[in-house]
Structures are given as structure tokens and as C-alpha cells.
């Protein structure tokens, strides 16, 4: 497993742009498959990209083609999200995850590491 924490997360208005962060522990980053998972209240954890260790392969959600970027930087050990166009629906909780699968495989149960998450909120 890796520890990790991100950041970036904030109050933007609709149509406007944030980064997250997530900054990672430990010696073998490059060997996992980074992921943003985001969760509203009351509503089941879902994926928006994830990205293969070396950065090679990316996979994201419907929802965020075309207007959100994963990418991943091992020397720093972090992965980032950026995320264009944002919209009101957009709002919640990120977190980062790390695991050893596909980047195209969605599912939580393929991810092991867990950061905190940190709040995004659009405002329209």
C-alpha cells in the first residue's frame, strides 16, 4: 500500500477550473495505478480516471472526457486531476486511490490505498 493525501480541492464557480493533487509515499509509486474516485452524500463512490504507472494509459468517465486530465508526475510521486469546464454536478468529494490493476477498470475494489479526499464545490 501507499500513503496518500490529496489536495486542491475548493469553491469554483461553474465553467471554472481546479487542479487536485495527490502526493504519494513510499518507494515503488511508479508500480501503482493512480485513480480520482469522487462520492456525493448519501450516493455510492464513483470513478472519474485513472492512469497506468508510467503514465502510458489513461481511462476516464463519461462525465469526464473532454473536460478532466489525469496525470501523474513519479518523480514527485503525484498524480493530478485537472478539471476544466466545471459544472454543479461536479461537486464532491475527491479522492485519490492507488492499486495494482487496469487503469480501465472502474471498480473500487481495485484500488487498495485510500487518500482522505478533498471537497470540491461548483457553484452555479
Known amino acids: 500500500q501507499v500513503h496518500l493525501v490529496e489536495s486542491g480541492g475548493g469553491l469554483v464557480q461553474a465553467g471554472g477550473s481546479l487542479r487536485l493533487s495527490c502526493a504519494a509515499s513510499?518507494?515503488?509509486?511508479?508500480?501503482?495505478?493512480m485513480g480520482w474516485f469522487r462520492q456525493v452524500q448519501g450516493k455510492e463512490r464513483e470513478f472519474v480516471a485513472g492512469?497506468?504507472?508510467?503514465?502510458?494509459?489513461?481511462a476516464y468517465a463519461d462525465s469526464a472526457k473532454g473536460r478532466f486530465t489525469i496525470s501523474r508526475d513519479n518523480d514527485k510521486k503525484t498524480v493530478y486531476l485537472q478539471m476544466d469546464v466545471l459544472k454543479p454536478e461536479d461537486t464532491a468529494v475527491y479522492y485519490c486511490?492507488?492499486?495494482?490493476?487496469?487503469?480501465?477498470?472502474?471498480?473500487?475494489?481495485?484500488?487498495?490505498?485510500w487518500g482522505q479526499g478533498t471537497q470540491v464545490t461548483v457553484s452555479s
Open positions: 486511490a492507488g492499486g495494482s490493476g487496469s487503469p480501465y477498470v472502474r471498480s473500487e475494489l481495485a484500488y487498495d490505498s
Open positions: 492512469i497506468s504507472g508510467l503514465g502510458a494509459t489513461t
Open positions: 513510499g518507494r515503488t509509486f511508479s508500480r501503482y495505478t
